[in-house]
């Protein structure tokens, strides 16, 4: 963990929830507004030890974090996700809907539990954590959400229907609950990374993929973490919403 000069701390007093925070894109995310002085709410569905480890580490470089589990495609442990949150830190200013999977094959071969899976964690968990989480930020007037999508939800991947169309809708909601939260001081917006290096590509065949990336490596998961935390402590970030920022090597070029 970086021991930033305060000047930089703009997230002093502020409270972030980050989905699926107990690795790889999360994790870097949650360390991230932590060094920026946020206290962070680590969400995780199954990997109690990885939360509780991150949670230990931000503690020890003197921030304020604590775990709380929860599946974030189920209405009531969204609810009570975010009771626990409010309960201890009594605010909520940022909210990260990072929590995702993946159940990959072609679409002949796709079973409706696959793609019902990958919806219900990657689109409806999004719009649950929002839907729980503004009604917060609404009465405090101010407000951060990032949805994080993927390239795959702009420009399709083969063997990722359920993933692509998840990611694709999240990129629809950002723009809708964008426009719906303006005039309340809450900004809305997505962040699309191409191949990040975590738990979720290690068993991609890099070389299959590295030709598609201009930048011709994998990002790192810090590399994603800058842009979310820009995009909610940098005050100059403050005019930006509903729009989607891609982190990916140049991968999609609008
Ligand atoms: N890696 C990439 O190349 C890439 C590219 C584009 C977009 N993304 C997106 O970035 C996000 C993070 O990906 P990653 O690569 O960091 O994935 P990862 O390493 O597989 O980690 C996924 C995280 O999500 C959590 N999670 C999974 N299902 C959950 C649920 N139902 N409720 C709450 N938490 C849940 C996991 O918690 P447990 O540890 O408890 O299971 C874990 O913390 C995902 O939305 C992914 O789609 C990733």
Known sequence: MRNLPESLRTLQGKVAI?????????????????????????????????????VAEITQAGGNAIAVSADVSKVEQVEALVNKVMEKFNRIDILVNNAGITRDTLLLRMKPEDWQAVIDTNLTGVFLCTRAASKIMLKQRWGRIINISSVAGQMGNPGQANYSA??????????????????RGITVNAVAPGFIATDMTSSLNAEDILKYIPLGRYGQPEEVAGMVRFLVADPAAAYITGQVFNVDGGMVMA
């Open 18 to 54: 980050v989905t699926g925070a107990s690795r790889g894109i999360g994790r870097a995310i949650a360390r991230e507004l932590s060094e920026y002085g946020a206290s962070v709410a680590i969400n995780y569905s199954s990997s109690s030890t990885a939360a509780e480890k991150i």
């Open 166 to 183: 998840a990611k694709a809708g999240v990129i629809g909601f950002t723009k809708t609950v964008a426009k719906e939260l303006a005039s």
